[in-house]
């Protein structure tokens, strides 16, 4: 049988990193200072920590300036509201990222919504999603982007194509199906409620599962030659001797590959694409915010 073509997150999102690098000095020199992202984590989530650390260390490597603000768990909201406060009005940031989850005593919500929506480079804020849905410009959520580059890449026109998006979440789902809306797909949203799921994902030519259930989705549930983005991460229970279980996706890669035409792989698929975009994004950003027209094509 043939096997679907492997989409290759990782190499994507590495010349990705590299045209921002690029367009980062061209902006340095003619904006006399680096596009800043600021990102702030409050505790010590082990997960949160990693990524807050890779996400440092990308900026750096793209020509950009990091700012990392550490917090102890203990923060008041009043104090993170004030900190996000003093990061809107600084013009060396042009971006600002809050890692979340955030301690149960603080308001996500508040605290998403006193970002300025134009250093919003995580597209969370309601502002941001109200643009998106209405198709103006503003920051659209990294990883449903960067899906949705790996897409375009390999589809060119996504004219009248059936998409399914499995997950309504506000970060992946929604934002996932507002990109393929606007790029003329013919979009359905499923999710934990959708009656005869695998029948609804057989109609799609694009299926992009953002579920959190490992290897939930068949092989007889796509579509031969369906091009596959699989958002999800889970990562199974240790086998005998290991100290960690493997990282699987959504979807049921190995026996998925014989039936689509493509598919990302997890990991190496759209997880290094967030980090990629993420840059994309405080790139237009200090753009945006210096008056200069964003690059073109990225
Ligand atoms: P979420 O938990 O907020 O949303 C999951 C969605 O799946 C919900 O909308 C729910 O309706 C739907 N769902 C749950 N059970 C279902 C079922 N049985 N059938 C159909 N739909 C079902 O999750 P999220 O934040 O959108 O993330 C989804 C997955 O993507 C997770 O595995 C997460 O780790 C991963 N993720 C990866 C990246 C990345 O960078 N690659 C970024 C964000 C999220």
Not at 96 to 109: A, C, N, R
Not at 156 to 166: C, F, P, Q, T
């Amino acid at each position: 049988m043939k096997k679907a073509a492997r989409i290759d997150g990782k190499a994507f999102a590495a010349r990705l990193r590299e045209k921002v690098g690029e367009h980062a000095l061209a902006f340095a020199a003619k904006a006399g200072r680096k596009p800043g992202l600021a990102v702030v984590l409050v505790g010590e989530d082990p997960a949160s920590q990693v990524y807050v650390g890779s996400k440092g260390k990308a900026c750096v490597a793209a020509n950009m300036d990091s700012f990392e603000h550490r917090l102890p768990v203990e923060t008041s909201e009043a104090d993170l509201l004030a900190l996000v406060e003093r990061l809107n009005a600084d013009a060396t940031v042009d971006g600002i990222l809050v890692q979340l989850p955030l301690p149960d005593h603080i308001d996500e919500q508040a605290v998403i919504a006193a970002i300025h929506p134009d250093k919003d480079v995580d597209g969370f804020h309601v502002i941001n999603a109200g643009r998106l849905a209405v198709g103006q410009v503003g920051f659209v959520p990294c990883t449903p982007l960067g899906c949705m580059m790996m897409l375009t890449e390999r589809l060119g026109d996504l004219s009248g194509l059936e998409a399914v998006v499995i997950g309504r979440s506000n970060i992946v789902g929604k934002p996932m199906a507002q990109l393929l809306l606007a790029a003329n797909a013919t979009v359905t949203i499923a999710h934990s409620r959708t009656r005869d799921l695998a029948e609804v994902v057989r109609r799609a030519d694009i299926v992009v599962a953002a579920v959190g259930r490992p290897e939930m989705i068949r092989s007889d549930w796509l579509k031969p030659g369906a091009t596959v983005i699989d958002v999800g991460i889970n990562r199974l229970p240790p086998e005998p001797g290991r100290d960690k279980g493997r990282l699987v996706g959504d979807v049921a890669y190995d026996e998925a590959s014989e039936v689509a035409g493509a598919i990302t792989p997890v990991p190496g698929g759209v997880g290094p694409m967030t980090i990629a975009v993420l840059l994309r994004n405080t790139l237009v950003a200090a753009h945006r915010n210096e008056g200069l027209a964003p690059p073109e094509g990225l």
